[in-house]
């Protein structure tokens, strides 16, 4: 029933947006700076705020414009090197003379679009040949195309690595990186000759019994089957993937807006003050985020109930128990990949510690090809994006890339 009663609420209330757009579409013709028509200001602000505070399931445009490589501006083009029901393995193509280092960006499959990881890729761009993970919405997956769970998901690592070929590094942004450094292991202990060359985790749960946040303890709170009752549903008929069992990227949205709703509150306020006083580039930054945070996608739901029962409940990793289509994973196998921590210092979601996890289980890399980076002053969204992203954690990524490059 969740699934049917998200998508009737979304059936109303969507003419009403579209018709809140439009009035204020036609309100922002009037001069509301005259004096005699202040009272439009308000209206105006308003219908725009409630027109644009929608939720969509349509990927958004990674939209990457040129970015500058050595000392010119080069074009970036998206080619989809390989593809399965699931995901694609997406490249962002540049014209360039020189041989850059290949980079597998593992985006998470949280509820967003790996869209949500465009300014990870515009920064990696200037110095990296980039590919990503680009996830499909499970709801536009035909149950002809068989489950998806926590091994398919750590298999299609494996097989994207392999599609890009020897000497690749890959970077995992936080959910992945237990998917991510199984993948490495797995691919080690088989001495695959495109087992990558360094492995960047960003923000990830390795170990959730370090510090355990709110995330880690809601997933505690309840068994399995709770979740499985309770957040589970089936998609309508209507969409491709009519009758797969999802986790619904609206609940998962709303869970994360509930855990910081008064600075989601904050900001719509400040939008609507924002157009009231006609800041439109403060306006325009605010809609940006907005429509890629309300585009959601969902989720197979043997890949969710998995990930939260392995690894925020069995903690299968950390403890030796994890296995991968009931092989042992061993990251104590993984002996030539170098591995980088990064954390965040106010990270809500996977606290300090979590992720620094895993260079502790990878005891067979030499000391000398292990890093880790504490990142002061940001969250969760800091450690892959925006400016201390790009200006004090980028250049740790790419030293470590640089340095394992070969």
Same mark, same amino acid.
């Given at each position: ?199 960047? +985790?960003?923000? /990830?749960?390795?170990?959730? %019994?370090? @510090? =355990?946040?709110?995330?880690? *303890?809601?997933? &505690? ?95 299968? +990793?950390?403890? /030796?128990?994890?296995?991968? %289509?009931? @092989? =042992?994973?061993?990251?104590? *196998?993984?002996? &030539? ?70």
């Amino acid at each position: 029933m969740i699934y049917s009663m998200l998508q009737a609420s979304q059936d109303l209330l969507n003419p009403v947006r579209r018709l809140a757009r439009g009035g204020s579409g036609i309100l922002g013709r009037v001069d509301g700076r005259h004096p005699a028509l202040y009272p439009v200001r308000p209206w105006r602000a308003g219908l725009e705020v409630f027109g644009h505070a929608r939720i969509t399931h349509a990927r958004p445009d990674y939209a990457i414009g040129p970015v500058r490589v050595g000392n010119r501006m080069v074009e970036v083009e998206e080619v989809v090197v390989a593809a399965t029901p699931f995901a694609s393995l997406l490249h962002f193509r540049k014209d360039v003379e020189i041989r850059l280092p290949r980079v597998l960006v593992v985006a998470p499959m949280s509820g967003h679009f790996a869209t949500l990881l465009r300014n990870t890729v515009q920064v990696l761009l200037q110095d990296h040949d980039v590919y990503i993970t680009d996830w499909h919405n499970a709801r536009d997956v035909p149950l002809s195309a068989g489950r998806f769970g926590f091994d398919e998901f750590t298999a299609h690592v494996m097989d994207f690595l392999r599609a890009i070929g020897p000497g690749a590094h890959v970077l995992a942004v936080c959910q992945p990186v237990v998917a991510v450094l199984a993948a490495v292991a797995i691919m080690a202990e088989d001495h695959d000759r495109c087992s990558p060359r360094s492995m960047s +985790l960003l923000a /990830g749960p390795i170990d959730t %019994r370090v @510090r =355990p946040t709110t995330v880690n *303890a809601l997933a &505690r709170s309840k068994p399995i089957d709770w979740f499985e009752r309770t957040l589970i549903s089936n998609v309508p008929w209507r969409h491709r993937g009519g009758g797969r069992r999802v986790y619904p990227g609206a609940v998962q949205l709303a869970a994360f807006m509930t855990m910081n709703l008064d600075r989601h509150l904050k900001a719509h306020r400040e939008q609507f003050w924002a157009l009231h006083d006609g800041d439109l580039a403060k306006a325009m930054l605010h809609r940006r985020f907005y429509d890629e945070y309300f585009a959601v996608m969902d989720l197979p739901a043997e890949f969710y109930l998995e990930t939260v029962s392995r690894v925020f409940q069995e903690h299968a +990793l950390p403890l /030796g128990s994890l296995a991968w %289509r009931g @092989r =042992p994973v061993r990251p104590q *196998a993984i002996r &030539r990949t170098a591995i980088l921590t990064v954390e965040g210092e106010k990270d809500d979601i996977c606290a300090i510690g979590q992720t620094m996890a895993a260079l502790d289980l990878c005891r067979g890399v030499p000391v000398t090809m292990k890093r880790h980076h504490l990142q002061t002053g940001v969250g969760h969204y800091g450690v892959f994006s925006g400016r201390r992203w790009a200006q004090q954690i980028y250049p740790r990524v790419r030293e470590m890339i640089q340095v394992n490059e070969g």
